[in-house]
């Protein structure tokens, strides 16, 4: 099972970007997946996570109204949406996903990370 993180990137103030996360390999169901992010110096924060079946998404204070986690469970995707990024949002972006397969259960796997860099 492999977690691939894309979509981050260059932007100024106030702008938006969107982080896919999509899972491949074999496997049998996708759970809770979450995006973190770390900043140089900083430790690792939650941003937004979501449940399998897409309900009551949750989010990091300091991003709520600002970013939306989705998912699409035929992708095997969960995306987040940033918009009105601030310099503060600069870190790079890890996704995690619970993930269930038939020879080791539910085990947690971690995407390789994106990174997000937002400009004054």
């Known amino acids: 099972v492999q977690l691939q993180a894309s979509g981050g990137g260059l932007v100024q103030a106030g702008g938006s970007l969107r982080l896919a996360c999509v899972a491949s390999?074999?496997?049998?169901?996708?759970?809770?997946v979450s995006w973190y992010r770390q900043a140089p110096g900083e430790q690792r924060e939650l941003v937004a996570g979501?449940?399998?079946?897409?309900?009551?998404?949750n989010y990091g204070d300091s991003v709520k109204g600002r970013f939306t986690i989705s998912r699409d469970n035929t992708e095997n995707a969960v995306y987040l949406r940033m918009n009105s990024l601030q310099p503060e949002d600069t870190a790079v972006y890890y996704c995690?996903?619970?993930?269930?397969?038939?020879?080791?259960?539910?085990?947690?796997?971690w995407g390789q990370g994106t990174q997000v860099t937002v400009s004054s």
């Open positions: 979501i449940f399998g079946s897409g309900n009551s998404p």
């Open positions: 995690n996903a619970n993930i269930w397969t038939p020879t080791r259960g539910s085990q947690v796997y």
């Open positions: 390999g074999s496997f049998f169901r996708i759970n809770t």
